[in-house]
């Protein structure tokens, strides 16, 4: 559209001396010709061609809600309030929810595999844009009848998007129903690595957004202390984060 509206600009910068040239070689008959619009202006057609698209992009703007407020720099925000982050619980209703059979058994099969030698726990990533369908997916396994029983201790935490180390070390206790009193970040381990000791869990953290590879660490320090078969599951909207977590 702007390249239309230079061109067309361009040509009438040029066809202008010419016209005015002439009507000073010609004077009198071929004014005539003024009379007839199209004849007297060949770009008039192309203007009004040019101004419908102008009005059609203008009305598709405020469809499009893309108000000329949100423009921040070269940017520009279809809206100004960023996608809400709701909490999430374990709750699911199973019901109307398609095609995860597959993915399903496999996420069991590797939940119930008890393969780790070493003393960390497996972290598993679900990864994907929001609204695919990761924590959905992740409460169907959370609430399945086979993990139910086969872990021990079972805990869903929703990360909220500023978490700092101490605050999600409580929220990981509260979901084990610990008090977690106190802002102590080494008895809260302490108590978080106590309840987890020689147990087999299954931790699910949902939806995370942030945080450095050391913030993780630090994190997930208590859970080295589990038995082996214990596993925890992440889901993010950022490939980064998922590397971060399993670094
Ligand atoms: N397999 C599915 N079948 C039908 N609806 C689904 C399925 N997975 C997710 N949904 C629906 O899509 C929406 C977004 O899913 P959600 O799990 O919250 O996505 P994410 O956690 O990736 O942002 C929810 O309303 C959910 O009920
Ligand atoms: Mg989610």
Known sequence: MADKVRQLLDEIATDAPVKKLKAESQPSTSNIFNFIPTLANPFESRIKDLLKNLDYLAEQKDVLELKNETRVGKEIRVSSKPLERLPTSYLVDA????GRDNDKDEMI???????????????????????MG???????VYNH?????????KSWVYVSEYFDVVGLTKAILKS?????????LNLLQHELQHILTRKKYFLVLDDIWNGNAERWEQVLLPFNHGSSGSKIIVTTREKEVAYHVLK
């Open 95 to 98: 019901y109307g929810i398609f």
């Open 109 to 131: 099969k590797t939940l119930l595999s008890n393969n780790g030698s070493s003393n960390q726990t497996p972290i598993i990533s679900i990864v994907g844009l929001g609204g």
């Open 134 to 140: 990761k924590t959905t997916f992740a409460k169907l």
């Open 145 to 153: 009848n086979m993990i139910k029983e086969h872990f021990e201790l």
């Open 176 to 184: 084990f129903n610990s008090s977690a009193d106190g802002e102590d």
